[in-house]
């Protein structure tokens, strides 16, 4: 929800829930990096730095002095596309084989005690 004011010449900045748009002059672009996108970001922190500043949240400041309704983040989504997710993938499962390995050892732990206590 955006308040206009006759004397501006811009749409002033807000916060959509997603990202902070700049104020930007009527008829206008504005253009944020997807970098600065918290939904973005938080897919995976390690990969924002692959992003860097090459692909960009846009949305138009209308010539009737008002943010259009929907921003266009289909460069952030390509860039997210792109990034290999191996590592990450490759984390999760050392870290389930972790858990699972030590759950075991665990396991045989408490039978090799109850059997040492029996007399």
């Given at each position: 929800a955006s308040v206009t004011n006759p004397h501006l010449q811009e749409c002033p900045?807000?916060?959509?829930?997603?990202?902070?748009?700049?104020?930007?002059?009527?008829?206008?672009?504005?253009?944020?990096?997807?970098?600065?996108?918290?939904?973005?970001?938080?897919?995976?922190?390690e990969a924002i730095p692959e992003l860097g500043f090459s692909a960009f949240a846009y949305r138009l400041c209308s010539v009737e002095k008002v943010w259009e309704k929907k921003a266009n983040y289909t460069?952030?989504?390509?860039?997210?596309?792109?990034?290999?997710?191996?590592?990450?993938?490759?984390?999760?499962?050392?870290?389930?084989?972790?858990?699972?390995?030590?759950?075991?050892?665990l396991i045989f732990l408490l039978i090799s005690l109850f059997l040492f206590s029996i007399k």
């Open positions: 900045s807000f916060f959509d829930g997603l990202v902070c748009w700049p104020s930007t002059g009527y008829g206008s672009m504005a253009n944020v990096s997807c970098s600065s996108v918290k939904s973005f970001g938080d897919i995976n922190k460069e952030c989504l390509e860039a997210i596309s792109e990034i290999d997710m191996t590592p990450l993938r490759n984390k999760r499962i050392l870290a389930y084989l972790n858990f699972y390995l030590s759950m075991t050892s």
